[in-house]
């Protein structure tokens, strides 16, 4: 018997090996031109690099997707690592950088920008970097500024984006007819899937005119809705400051009798936010997110549960995420259908539409009041600086896009796989959307904290 385990084992590790080991490769500047310079990296003679044991990681290097295996699993998709490489593509003195930030603003957005301008400076002694200004049509309504490490040097205290944003107006002939006019060679893209999309628009344009010039994505999305990446930059600090949001509520509803406080969260399409706020807070009886259905009338449905609480407790808190019951809402004849300047589906407003329906269940049909509390901490967690977690994540994220670009890569996007930073291609983040999946232990952690009802019809 022993003996068919180690045969079984062996036989498990040589397949992996040999037959699914599959590697996302980022493009490399030298993929598709001619010649390939490979200068000594500059970091070689720093000394805060010269006391780091492996100061280089190796362009071999790879992170792995998957790192619990199952028996017999595949060991499936690994990507480069990130970091910076002994050999670098481009001359520090030859490099003009540009940076532009897109999309709705999340905190650490700010971090970014100073650390890719620092990283560029400080540790590569690049001097020429541009700041494009709101959005992707600053690239040809002539908006910019140069950027140095002294003019961003407090940037990372405020919210927002320093460079300003938008939605709508990316038009990628113009962006890199602008791109070439202006002698730009490597491009940083701050933004989400919409950016992304756009950012792999520009890549292949920049690719197919052969120009000698980097293009990097940092994903931002505070909704955490990134795939592949552990998580996204800014989701930390709004979980943390949607805390206040809640204790708010909390303290609310426990003064006043029959309290419902509703504290409506971030969360299009997926509702981590949401869940990680009420893993977080404790006081939260009720999570509601996109991907978890849930219903209000009969038998283990929400105004069932609320009137179990009351009961009990004389209280009770709901999260809900903004893309929860989209489908409840529209039924109702709230207009549906309209869109953003990029195109992206205008979602109905959960939080009022829910805070009336449980308002006059309870007033007309159990004759009941409730006393709802209602808050929407929405841009005010939006518009705050981030959190020290996330900015050092976003430190991270700038530096290994920095060295990336510095050694050649393109059309790729940067962000930890598994904790370890790696180099990800565009495509991987824009094809699919992260979501919350039910079946995952988090959400089962949640359902046993909250006791909610799991909202599954008693004929399923
Ligand atoms: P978030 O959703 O987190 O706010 P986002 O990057 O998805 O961020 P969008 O407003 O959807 O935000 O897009 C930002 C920019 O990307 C806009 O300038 C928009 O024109 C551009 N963009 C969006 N989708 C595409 C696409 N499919 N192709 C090219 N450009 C796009
Ligand atoms: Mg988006």
Same mark, same amino acid.
């Given at each position: 018997q022993n003996k068919l385990a180690v045969v079984t084992a062996i036989q498990v590790s040589t397949q992996s090996e040999n037959d699914d080991f599959v590697l996302e490769d980022v493009p490399h500047l030298t993929n598709y031109l001619p010649d390939l310079p490979a200068y000594p990296n500059p970091?070689?003679?720093?000394q805060a690099y010269s =006391?780091? @044991?492996?100061?280089f990681v190796s362009p071999e290097d790879v992170v792995a997707?998957?790192?619990?295996?199952?028996?017999?699993s595949p060991r499936g998709v690994h990507f480069r690592r990130a970091g910076p490489r002994?050999?670098?593509?481009?001359e520090p003195e030859e490099v003009r950088a540009c940076i532009v930030t897109c999309g709705g603003l999340c905190p650490g957005i700010n971090t970014v920008i100073r650390e890719i301008v620092c990283g560029l400076n400080i540790?590569?002694?690049?001097?020429d970097i541009l700041g494009i200004e709101g959005g992707y049509k600053g690239f040809y309504s002539k908006n910019t500024l140069m950027l140095t490490p002294k003019v961003v040097?407090? =940037?990372? @205290?405020?919210?927002?984006?320093?460079?300003r944003t938008s939605r709508g107006g990316h038009d990628t002939h113009k962006i890199v007819d602008n791109i070439e006019d202006r002698g730009i060679n490597q491009v940083y893209i701050i933004g989400g899937d919409g950016t992304h999309k756009g950012a792999s628009l520009i890549y292949e344009e920049v690719k197919r005119r052969g120009l000698q010039v980097a293009v990097a994505g940092i994903p931002k999305t505070i909704d955490n809705d990134?795939?592949?990446?552990d998580k996204s930059f800014g989701f930390d600090t709004a979980v943390e400051e949607a805390q206040r949001a809640i204790d708010a509520a909390h303290v609310e509803v426990e003064s006043v009798e029959n309290g419902v406080g509703i504290v409506k969260l971030m969360?299009?399409?997926?509702?981590f936010i949401a869940m990680y706020a009420t893993q977080a807070s404790r006081d939260v009886d009720c999570c509601l997110i996109p991907e978890s259905p849930f219903y209000l009338e009969?038998?283990?449905g929400l105004f069932e549960f609320i009137e179990e609480r009351l009961k009990e407790n004389g209280h009770l808190v709901i999260v809900v995420a903004e893309g929860a019951g989209q489908e409840y809402v529209a039924a109702e004849?709230?207009?549906?259908g309209k869109k953003d300047a990029s195109g992206n589906k205008l979602l109905l407003d959960v939080g009022p539409w829910l805070s009336d329906k449980i308002k006059n269940h309870f007033t007309m049909f159990r004759k009941m009041t409730v006393n709802m509390k209602y808050i929407d901490p929405t841009y005010m967690i939006r518009a705050i600086p981030s959190n020290a977690s996330d900015n050092i994540y976003c430190t991270l994220l700038a530096h290994g896009a920095v060295h990336g670009t510095m050694a050649g890569y393109t059309g790729f996007t940067v962000g930890p796989v598994n904790s370890k930073h790696a180099y990800i291609p565009i495509a991987r983040v824009t094809e699919r959307q992260k979501t919350v999946k039910l079946s995952d232990r988090m959400w089962a952690r949640l359902l046993a904290s909250t006791n909610q009802p799991g909202f599954v019809a008693s004929d399923q």
């Open positions: 970091l070689m003679k720093s =006391i780091v @044991k492996k100061n997707q998957n790192v619990v295996i199952q028996k017999e002994e050999k670098i593509y481009f540790m590569y002694g690049v001097q040097n407090y =940037i990372h @205290k405020r919210g927002g984006t320093f460079l990134i795939a592949v990446i969360g299009r399409y997926s509702g009969g038998r283990g004849g709230h207009a549906a």
